[in-house]
T-cell receptor, first 113, second 116 residues
């Protein structure tokens, strides 16, 4: 199983809503990531979890709140987002947090209205 | 810091043409290098990788060689198909990081269009 599964695939939310994005992998990987991708741009790193601990937060606004309940799951909690937060949110995992490839999910297409 | 530079395109070729997408990098030490491909509306798929100098990564007819002397990792394919139309990202991840973890550093992406 080399899959990273993200749900939902599409999400439309209002600026006062609270929603969560979910990511799951069963490859035994110990590093998990959230990236944000705007149209025609490369992915931008948001958060890195290594061994279930938050290792990197790339100065992401507090309206994005990551959570890693266990080594297979990664959530991204969303609250009071802005229209400019609309993007493709990609989850990825890797066997370790350095010097190795990452495997990406299909992404959640988020639209904030 | 780490950075990746690649030609942005769009690159338009005819089917069966030879493909080269240039990629150069800046990094301390010996990073691992990757090419990822993204089809419309999808996530990124790992196309190939190389972890040390002179390594050649290959997959689905695509090849790239890790050239430390020129800090390059150019992507090549001898005969492209319409189905190769996608966005291609060159990326690196360092071997070491002060914080003990890091994410991928991506180039800006090259949009490849193959015409029948």
């Amino acid at each position: 199983d080399t899959e990273v599964t993200q749900t939902p695939k599409h999400l439309v939310m209002g600026m006062t809503n609270k929603k969560s994005l979910k990511c799951e992998q069963h490859m035994g990987h110990r590093a998990m990531y959230w990236y944000k991708q705007k149209a025609k741009k490369p992915p931008e790193l948001m958060f890195v979890y290594s061994y279930e601990k938050l290792s990197i937060n790339e100065s992401v606004p507090s309206r994005f709140s990551p959570e890693c309940p266990n080594s297979s799951l990664l959530n991204l909690h969303l609250h009071a987002l802005q229209p400019e937060d609309s993007a493709l949110y990609l989850c990825a995992s890797s066997p370790r947090s350095l010097n190795t490839e990452a495997f990406f999910g299909q992404g959640t297409r988020l639209t904030v209205v | 810091g780490n950075s990746v530079t690649q030609m942005e395109g769009p690159v338009t070729l005819s089917e069966e043409a030879f493909l080269t997408i240039n990629c150069t990098y800046t990094a301390t030490g010996y990073p691992s290098l990757f090419w990822y491909v993204q089809y419309p509306g999808e996530g990124l798929q790992l196309l190939l990788k190389a972890t040390k100098a002179d390594d050649k990564g290959s997959n689905k007819g695509f090849e790239a060689t890790y050239r430390k002397e020129t800090t390059s990792f150019h992507l090549e394919k001898g005969s492209v198909q319409v189905s190769d139309s996608a966005v291609y990202f060159c990326a690196l991840i360092p071997m070491y990081s002060g914080g003990g973890a890091d994410g991928l550093t991506f180039g800006k992406g090259t949009h490849l269009i193959i015409q029948p």
